[in-house]
């Protein structure tokens, strides 16, 4: 097991300056599992000092000596792959299945990724006199969520480092051990010292810190959309670039000319993938208004199949969500749907039968779900699905707009005419048309309070450079 009273900084395992700890619970037993040292302002100010010595030689390393080290970490991220599974089913309760699978797939494709773009990517462009040169940013300061530990670690840090940058990582404290143990993984690939940095703590203190400090240059949070606002805040003092991947309120608008049955299925599945803790979840589903009562009937049926139990249990497809705080947040989304007037074809209030502990909750299938309910406009962040009614195009369109978040979308037709119609009117960053696969050369990001920036391949690195001219070259 990881030990979970040091940080990582300038390529040593140090002790906090503080004495603060925070108990790190299994969401499935309630049991706490250890205690995590947490830092304070001193401590990201120490981190931020290694990661600014760091910068001036690692970004004059060149493209082969970063490739050797990227590619030294992606061996010993798929050697210790069972390990990392393990602690993300542990800390935040992710069935062992998924954990194996998605969650750790994502981690690798986004090295194998970064790998290759920097092996072709172009840091300068000439055009006449003039010679465009794409310089890595400086001192990043990276703070990730819970929901994906791998995924969006690893989506931060991989093009960072391929862009020569140097970085002070802050994971969420409620899922710190796989993090920890992908700081030994950067310390055995070999990094120099200084450029990979992690500090443990809550955001209002580290990630403040971090967000403030002057020497840090891009600040990217992947978080909920208030935390997000509050980096924001704190980076604007310094007038620093901020990268920003927050909340979302997906629509999957399925029309009655698609495969409708698998259709609704599939959305059913797709919302409740990672227990529904995920920021691009399709959470609204749209049918038109005669298809309603079927659309209800197929996805009860289909969330009533779900095998929900301990994560360690390889038959478990849903274990539970990650703490106290957010089953109570679920509940109370729930409880407001049945006291709104919205029809409750699936799950409900409360753990599943049979289950009295753990942060377990119910797959839950709300039917005629109107625009004003809470369940249609908040991020639930469970595995709790609305259905909604359109009348036609220009209908399920309004619907789907009507949001302040604008990550993802989904269109469900067999007129492929219609369905990039529908896809070029969605105010959302990415489009998925008829059970599309992900595809991790795609940009990623949001509109209006879902974000702004960019991740995965050119584009995700592209954030983490700067562009600079210089005429007369």
């Avoid at 753990?351 to 005629?368: I, L, M, N, Q």
Wanted: hydrophobic letters at 45%; a negative charge.
């Amino acid at each position: 097991m990881v030990r979970t009273d040091r940080f990582y900084i300038d390529g040593r395992w140090v002790a906090p300056r503080g004495t603060d700890t925070f108990a790190i619970v299994n969401p499935a037993t309630e049991a706490v599992t250890g205690q995590l040292a947490m830092g304070n302002a001193d401590d990201a100010a120490a981190a931020v000092d290694a990661a600014q010595r760091a910068f001036d030689a690692w970004s004059a390393t060149s493209r082969e000596t970063r490739l050797a080290l990227l590619t030294r970490l992606l061996e010993r991220y798929n050697a210790g792959a069972q390990e990392m599974a393990e602690l993300m089913t542990a800390e935040m309760g992710v069935a062992s299945g998924f954990s194996r699978g998605a969650q750790i797939a994502l981690g690798r494709a986004h090295l194998e990724t970064a790998i290759r773009v920097l092996r072709e990517f172009s840091f300068s462009e000439t055009r006449g006199a003039t010679v465009l040169a794409k310089e890595p940013i400086g001192v990043c300061a990276l703070i990730t969520p819970w929901n994906w530990p791998m995924n969006q670690l690893v989506v931060k840090v991989a093009p960072a480092l391929a862009a020569g940058c140097t970085m002070v990582v802050k994971p969420s404290e409620f899922s710190p051990y796989s993090a920890l143990r992908f700081a030994q993984m950067i310390d055995d690939a070999g990094f120099p010292p200084g450029v990979f940095n992690l500090v443990n703590g809550d955001g209002a203190i580290v990630g403040e810190a971090l967000s403030r400090d002057a020497r840090v240059d891009m600040v990217s949070i992947t978080g909920s959309t208030r935390a997000g606002i509050a980096v924001a805040k704190a980076a604007a003092q310094t007038v620093k670039r901020v990268h920003q991947e927050l909340g979302g309120k997906s629509a999957n608008i399925i029309f009655d000319d698609a495969d409708f049955d698998r259709a609704v299925a599939f959305g059913v599945r797709a919302s409740y993938l990672n227990c529904g803790q995920s920021c691009s979840a399709p959470t609204r589903m749209l049918v038109p208004r005669a298809l309603m009562s079927r659309a209800a009937r197929i996805a009860a049926q289909t969330a009533n199949a779900i095998r929900v139990g301990p994560p360690e249990n390889e038959h478990s497809e849903l274990g539970p969500v990650v703490n106290a705080k957010q089953y109570a947040h679920i509940q109370a989304l729930i409880e407001s749907g049945v006291a709104q007037g919205a029809t409750l074809a699936a799950g409900g209030p409360g753990r599943p039968e049979g289950v009295d502990k753990g942060y377990f909750v119910r797959p839950t299938v709300f039917a005629d779900v109107t625009p004003d309910m809470r369940i249609a406009r908040e991020e639930i962040f469970g595995p709790v699905l609305s259905i909604m009614a359109f009348d036609d195009e220009a209908h399920a369109l309004a619907i789907a707009n009507d949001s302040p978040y604008g990550l993802a979308g989904y269109v469900q037709t067999n007129d492929q005419d219609k369905a990039r119609r529908v896809a070029a009117k969605l105010r959302v960053g990415n489009v998925y048309i008829n059970e599309a696969p992900w595809d991790a050369n795609a940009p990623f990001g949001g509109y209006k309070q879902s974000g702004n920036g960019r991740e995965h391949a050119e584009f995700g690195l592209g954030d983490y450079l700067e562009l600079k001219a210089i005429a007369g070259f």
